[in-house]
């Protein structure tokens, strides 16, 4: 079974086990995505986003989203992206990221965390959301958590949060039909 993890390039909030349980569930990498947009599509519908969803629902507080700090997490996920697919130019790499890399492959190192699948988009069919987990894949000793959120700092360091609460996944289905309940009933 493969284990999610959200990179974090701060303090994961309490709605990052939502999140979490959210990716756990896609069930098909058939989607199109938009990056500039950020907008899902199967079938020529926009599907809502897993972070659409939470927003709407007023789980995430979205006072910290500064345009600085959007920033700064897209290219340490990018960084990361390309560590992992070995194609990275480190020469490119602005200061202020090189701590978070150099967090994640220490990270790398000492998990021995396997990745199959670096910021690849899906879809649930099931329920109709879709979302792109940073990392999928499996550590080499079996563990009793399947989604963590990864906080990377400026200091080089990291911290593995698991998420373990089996209630995350009700409380997010219930967020998805809330969301669609209002889409479907608003005047």
């Known amino acids: 079974m493969s284990t999610v993890i959200d990179i974090k390039t701060g303090k994961a909030a309490p709605w990052a086990a939502l999140q979490l349980a959210a990716y756990s569930l896609l069930n098909s990498f058939e989607v199109g995505f938009d990056k500039e947009q950020h907008i899902y599509k199967s079938n020529g519908i926009v599907i809502p986003s897993v972070t659409q969803i939470l927003l709407a629902e007023h789980f995430i507080d979205d006072t910290w989203f500064t345009e600085w700090a959007m920033n700064k997490g897209s290219h340490v996920h990018k960084a990361i992206h390309y560590d992992i697919l070995d194609c990275l130019d480190e020469e490119t790499l602005d200061d202020e990221i090189r701590p978070y890399l150099a967090a994640f492959r220490k990270f790398m190192k000492e998990s021995g965390f396997k990745v199959e699948r670096s910021e690849v988009p899906g879809i649930n069919t099931t329920y109709g959301y879709a979302g792109t987990p940073d990392l999928v894949g499996c550590f080499p000793a079996p563990t009793s958590a399947r989604r ?40």
Do not use: M, S
Request: aromatic share 18%; charged share 30%; proline share 5%.
């Open 148 to 187: 963590f959120a990864l906080e990377l700092n400026k200091e080089g360091k990291y911290k593995l949060i698991p998420y373990t609460d089996p209630q995350d996944f009700a409380v997010f289905l219930a967020a998805i039909a809330t969301y669609k309940w209002k889409a479907n009933h608003r005047r």
